[in-house]
């Protein structure tokens, strides 16, 4: 029998309102028991112990925003080499994106994704199968078949689907499946041709904006939509105020209505742009400080539901270009903790709602077993150092690409040990 | 003097068939009753019957049939009619002629009996109204198809010795399907408990309200019904649009062995034809001899059809009106 026991840990799980001083003890890969009083006489002989010096052990992290290279552009990343930087930033669980060469739209495929993950990723990774085929548009895909095959939600990845009509058949016909859909809302009409946020830096710097109001219209529609079919939907990215204030509404009404946001959006604004930086290059753009203070707040009154990484490896040929041809996205792995805590150190957010955005809500969304610090439930679990500062240097991301807009940031606070079904993937000294 | 004042409680009193809806139980009983009678002769060596002897029937089809088409003419000629087929191809539609210009020409060639076919909802209400003749509705767009109701109905009744009270499931595509729209509506009318069950892209909003109970789940369902009726799932709306594909069609919403468990061990397998073997219905269910009686179905359509053209041509005038023709 396999069993570790981590004591002298604080044991903090948002979905079980714990937060105290104890033990943990892991046992053939599943939390077999925890609590204050749990090894209070003493760790038996034969057992191997962590002692986590009173850091925070929380559930194991989820990001269920995560681009990969693999299948068609294993340059950028592989699914192990996500695998690696995930677990490097204290993530257990991670959800990848079908917008690969090919489009994971078929069965096939995702037994593909969930056979080379088995093969070479270290945490646990599910694929969000494609809403239509090709993330064309236009058709949609075989959802009962490949959810039964593994995916856990559906999506066009970073392709808002527009079609109304296509909309609502697959928000209905998913319906039936208890299918979650995941809409990349961007109105691509409205905002042809912006490379950044409309606004008077935009004019300033030259560059075409992308308004806001391409976001909030298409939550509208989608609402709208969603009201007529009664299926679960998710925008993946909220990143303006009046998206919170039109979703917080909808929750209200009592909508089947969902939310995340990106590390990116909660911690960086339009300003960071500034000298044309294109890491800073993102989709939907990083918007105007009003709408970060309303995305924070969004997150800590609990509407908008999970913060994701919207990890999206780039190569340097693709970035290193004039700003309005470089491509969008940026690795984010290994940031997505950091940069939340930094919103828990600067007093804006609560750290029961950082961590239950990063841990039980996605995984109440996605149906996972994960997510919360329950005997008999999955050993996945984070051991995270609040309060160690250091400075990040690209160079050493377990990420294939280096595309981070946190290049040399001072960071406070990182995930020291990561644990995916009661095996170690991560250890670091806290240093 | 016209025949009803001969007869004044007519079998059918209905100078058209148009739909389901405003027929009352008796209408369709009678209809019912008419129909075994002619099953009966259609077993005889001799077939022929008189009853529209010197009588002119056109079959007017706007869309391409075969059954239904073919039907209608052995109906028409087993009575005695003179029977004309006509499918209007979509190049006279090119040439512009429009429905009511079609409709007009045709009435002045005296016929008795019109029966249409049009891919429009509507239609065959809006021809009926430009011609002095009895019109049949053999199916307008995605409203009504009355006389495979009948002959659905004829069937039912003939196996299980009645429609009241029976639980019947209709299944598919319920959306266009005006075979179930007519399905629904008769066999409310006789007392029968209608399900529908289908994939929500496949449900008409509001469905409900038509007196059915709804599911989308076979397995719930199929759950004790006494007849389960299969719709044809087009092949254009298969890919994609209103479901993803065809295997995932037949996985979740197409009729199997499987499925078919928590209907009653003695539950009929319908289905109006033609079949897509493996869409919506597993091959072997549509050909088991105990369940399916899907053959049995377009043998009932000639009867049914034969009772429709009788009954409607009993209300037509028997006798010349004064000046006319001179």
Not at chain 1, 285 to 300: F, I, M
Not at chain 2, 62 to 91: I, P, Y
């Amino acid at each position: 029998m396999n069993r570790t026991a981590y004591t002298n840990a604080r044991l903090f799980d948002p979905a079980n309102g714990l937060d105290e001083t104890g033990a943990l003890l892991v046992e053939d890969g599943k939390i077999a028991d925890l609590g204050a009083s749990l090894f209070s006489g003493g760790v038996p002989q034969d057992m191997e112990t962590v002692d986590c010096g009173g850091k925070l052990l929380t559930p194991g992290l989820i990001d269920m925003r995560v681009f990969t290279g693999e299948p068609g552009t294993e340059f950028r990343e592989t699914l192990g080499s996500a695998s690696q930087s995930a677990a490097a930033g204290g993530i257990t669980t991670i959800i990848v994106m079908p917008n690969t060469d090919p489009v994971i739209d078929d069965v096939a495929l995702v037994d593909f994704i969930e056979r080379r993950a088995r093969d070479t990723a270290i945490v646990n990774v599910h694929p969000m199968a494609a809403l239509t085929r090709g993330c064309a548009g236009e058709q949609m895909t075989e959802i009962g078949l490949l959810k039964d095959a593994g995916a856990v939600a559906f999506t066009d990845g970073d392709k808002p689907l527009s079609d109304p009509l296509v909309m609502r058949r697959a928000l209905s016909y998913a319906h039936f499946f208890d299918a979650l859909i995941v809409q990349h809302a961007e109105d691509r009409d409205l905002a042809a041709g912006g490379v950044m946020n409309e606004g008077e830096l935009a004019s300033r710097l030259g560059l075409t904006g992308r308004p806001s109001a391409a976001e909030t219209i298409m939550i509208e529609r989608d609402l709208r939509l969603v009201e007529l079919t009664g299926a679960r939907y998710h925008v993946a990215q909220v990143t303006c105020k009046a998206s919170v204030d039109i979703i917080r509404r909808a929750k209200q009404n009592g909508l089947p209505v969902t939310c995340g946001v990106s590390a990116p959006h909660l911690t960086l604004n339009e300003n960071d742009v500034a000298s044309y930086r294109s890491f800073m290059k993102l989709s939907p753009p990083l918007r105007h400080e009003d709408d970060r203070l309303a995305v924070v707040e969004g997150v800590a009154d609990g509407t908008i539901d999970v913060i994701v990484s919207s990890h999206d490896p780039q190569d340097p040929e693709t970035k290193r270009l004039p700003f309005a041809q470089a491509a969008y996205g940026a690795v984010g792995l290994e940031t997505l903790l950091p940069a939340t805590l930094s919103l828990v150190h600067g007093g804006t957010l609560a750290l029961e709602r950082a961590i239950e955005a990063l841990t039980t809500s996605p995984a109440s969304l996605l149906g996972l077993k994960s997510g919360h610090l329950t005997k008999g439930s999955p050993a996945d679990l984070t051991l995270i150092d609040m309060n160690v500062p250091w400075v990040l240097d690209p160079e050493k991301l377990k990420s294939k690409s280096k595309n981070t807009p946190y290049d040399e940031r001072r960071l406070q606070g990182r995930a020291i040990r990561t644990i995916v079904g009661g095996k170690e993937v991560h250890v670091s000294g806290g240093k | 003097m016209t025949s009803s004042d001969a007869n004044p409680t007519p079998l059918f009193p209905h100078r058209h068939l148009i739909g389901i809806e405003g027929l009352s139980q008796a209408d369709i009983t009678s209809l019912l009753d008419l129909a075994d009678g002619y099953v009966d002769q259609n077993r005889q060596i001799n077939k022929k019957g008189d009853v529209l002897r010197g009588r002119t029937q056109i079959n007017l089809f706007f869309e391409a049939s075969t059954r239904t088409q073919s039907s209608f003419e052995l109906a028409g000629k087993r009575l005695g009619a003179d029977v004309m087929n006509m499918s209007v191809s979509s190049s006279s539609i090119k040439k512009g002629e429009t429905l009511i210009d079609t409709a007009t020409t045709l009435n002045a060639m005296h016929p008795d009996l019109i029966v249409v076919r049009h891919g429009d909802s509507g239609a065959v209400e809006l021809l009926s109204q430009k011609v002095g003749c009895s019109v049949l509705n053999a199916g307008d767009g995605s409203h009504e198809h009355p006389t495979q109701a009948l002959l659905d109905a004829l069937t039912i009744r003939r196996r299980k010795g009645r429609l009241e009270g029976m639980t019947v499931a209709i299944c598919g595509d319920i959306l266009h399907s005006r075979v179930a729209r007519s399905n629904i509506l008769l066999l409310n009318i006789m007392g029968a408990r209608v399900r529908v069950i289908a994939p929500k892209t496949l449900l008409p909003i509001g469905i409900e309200r038509l007196g059915v109970e709804v599911f989308n789940d076979m397995t719930e369902g199929l759950k004790d019904v006494d007849i389960v009726m299969m719709l044809r799932l087009q092949l254009e709306r298969m890919h994609g649009s209103f479901v993803p594909s065809v295997r995932e069609y037949f996985r979740y919403f197409g009729l199997d062995y499987e499925k078919l468990k928590v209907a009653k061990p003695d539950a009929l397998i319908m289905h109006p034809g033609p079949m897509n073997r493996g869409v919506e219905i597993d091959s072997a269910v549509a050909d088991d001899i105990n369940r399916s009686v899907i053959r049995e179905q377009v043998e009932m359509g000639v009867a049914v059809r034969m009772a429709a053209l009788d009954a409607l041509a009993r209300n037509l005038p028997n006798e010349q009106p004064a000046g006319y023709g001179a």
